[in-house]
């Protein structure tokens, strides 16, 4: 079993930043990738971005140049900088962490992100 657990979120002005960080625990020596999707009120949840191996990384068309992710094995934690935010961008973030074997998602409970003025 993994567990992860998100930090962050919470009330910003639009055009501003901000930053979650996800930490896994538990059985995560098999973990091969992780990233985070949101779920806006109405909406199906939706990826923002992945890493895999460190290095790979895969991002949503519509945050793309805005927010970047980033991953440290070594500690089992997940980063996303949100840069230029919008009210579009409001949304519960979840943090997600794939095993590879035997294939698996993991998901965190989730950080509520409103960004309005």
């Known amino acids: 079993q993994v567990q992860l657990v998100e930090s962050g979120g919470g009330l910003v002005q639009p055009g501003g930043t901000m930053r979650l960080s996800c930490a896994a625990s538990?059985?995560?020596?098999?973990?091969?990738?992780m990233g985070w999707y949101r779920q806006a009120p109405g909406k199906q949840r939706e990826l923002v971005a992945t890493i895999f191996g460190s290095t790979v990384t895969n991002y949503a068309e519509s945050v793309k140049g805005r927010f970047t992710i980033s991953s440290d094995n070594s500690k089992n934690t997940v980063d996303l900088q949100m840069n230029s935010l919008k009210r579009e961008d409001t949304a519960v973030y979840y943090c997600y962490a794939h095993q590879r074997w035997p294939d698996y998602d993991y998901w965190g409970k989730g950080t509520l992100v409103t960004v309005s003025s």
């Open positions: 538990g059985s995560t020596f098999d973990i091969n990738g």
